[in-house]
Structures are given as C-alpha cells and as structure tokens.
C-alpha cells in the first residue's frame, strides 16, 4: 500500500514557475515508477512526466523543455519543477505510483496502481 500526498500547487502568473512536490508512504518506494498526471474542467486525464527506478524521464509533448520530473528515493519524494507556464497548464495535477517489476516508465493512467488527491495549479494570463 502507498499513500501519496502533492504540495506545492496554487496560482501563478503566466510566464512564472512553480514546484510540484509528492510525499509517498511505504518501504518499497525505490520499487514505483512515479507520474504526474493532470485534469482541466472538462477533459480526460492526461500524462504529464514520468520517471522510472533509476530516474530514466519521459514527458508529454506539451510540457517537454519546461517541465521536470525528479526523485527522491531516500525521502521518499517525486517532484515537478514547472517553468514558463501558461493558461494550457491549469489543472488539478496528481501524483500516481505503478509497482514495476522493471526500471520502466509509464505512461498510461490505466496502468496506475496509486493516486494521490491531486493539487490544483491555476495560471492566470
């Protein structure tokens, strides 16, 4: 069982920055491939970041070269460093473990074993 809990959500001015951060319970963090995830009014989940075991990233078109997905297996923590935002980038954003047998990314949200209760993140224009 893991229990994952974002900070660091709130509102930010277009252009500005913000750090996204996700603190996760359990012995066996190291074993999770970590996301972010994030949901605007109206739509469908989609992939933000992902990062494996060993910190291999994979990142949404959208937010390649502005968004950065960390972690931290000795505190047990996941982060996203999100620069240059815009309006397109309001939404609740969720932190979402998936055990992995392999150092592997993930990206669908099918394949989410856990999820936290989500952040909101509003960028005015």
């Known amino acids: 069982q893991v229990q994952l809990v974002e900070s660091g959500g709130g509102l930010v001015q277009a252009g500005g920055s913000l750090r996204l951060s996700c603190a996760a319970s359990?012995?066996?963090?190291?074993?999770?491939?970590m996301d972010w995830f994030r949901q605007a009014p109206g739509k469908e989940r989609e992939f933000v970041a992902a990062?494996?075991?060993?910190?291999?990233?994979l990142y949404a078109d959208s937010v390649k070269g502005r968004f950065t997905i960390s972690r931290d297996n000795d505190k047990n923590m996941v982060y996203l460093q999100m620069n240059s935002l815009n309006a397109e980038d309001t939404a609740v954003y969720y932190c979402?473990?998936?055990?992995?047998?392999?150092?592997?990314?993930?990206?669908?949200?099918?394949?989410?074993?856990?999820w936290g209760q989500g952040t909101q993140v509003t960028v005015s224009s």
């Open positions: 979402a473990a998936s055990w992995a047998l392999n150092n592997i990314v993930v990206v669908s949200a099918s394949a989410v074993d856990y």
């Open positions: 359990g012995r066996t963090f190291s074993n999770y491939a």
């Open positions: 990062i494996s075991w060993s910190g291999s990233t």
